[in-house]
């Protein structure tokens, strides 16, 4: 059974930082890219970062392009997001989606999603 669990949201205020993590697990999976999605209430689910953890190549959405930072720690099956500059527009749920292999099998999973909050 693979397991994405995240950590790290919550209130902070415009201009401020967060941290949120995300770790994977599972018999037989092997992990081949982690990001992180985030959506706001009533609008779709948007990819903000993502990284290849061979390789660590990166892609980021514009509007969060020289803000947020994603890193992976490759041993621990893990990714974090370093977000600065924070602004409200950047409030809504992060989720946590991580793409791999069980087998031959193409899979993606999803984390339960941490709010964050950017308010004053």
């Known amino acids: 059974q693979v397991q994405v669990v995240e950590s790290g949201g919550g209130l902070v205020q415009p201009g401020g930082s967060l941290k949120l993590s995300c770790a994977a697990s599972?018999?037989?999976?092997?992990?081949?890219?982690m990001g992180w999605y985030r959506q706001a209430p009533g609008k779709l689910r948007d990819m903000v970062a993502e990284?290849?953890?061979?390789?660590?190549?990166?892609d980021y959405a514009d509007s969060v392009k020289g803000r947020f930072t994603i890193s992976r720690d490759n041993a621990k099956n893990t990714v974090h997001l370093q977000m600065n500059s924070l602004k409200p527009e950047d409030t809504a749920t992060y989720f946590c989606?991580?793409?791999?292999?069980?087998?031959?099998?193409?899979?993606?999973?999803w984390g339960q999603g941490t709010q964050v909050t950017v308010s004053s």
């Open positions: 599972g018999s037989g999976f092997n992990i081949w890219a």
């Open positions: 990284i290849i953890l061979s390789e660590g190549s990166t």
């Open positions: 989606k991580v793409d791999g292999n069980i087998g031959d099998a193409q899979v993606y999973y």
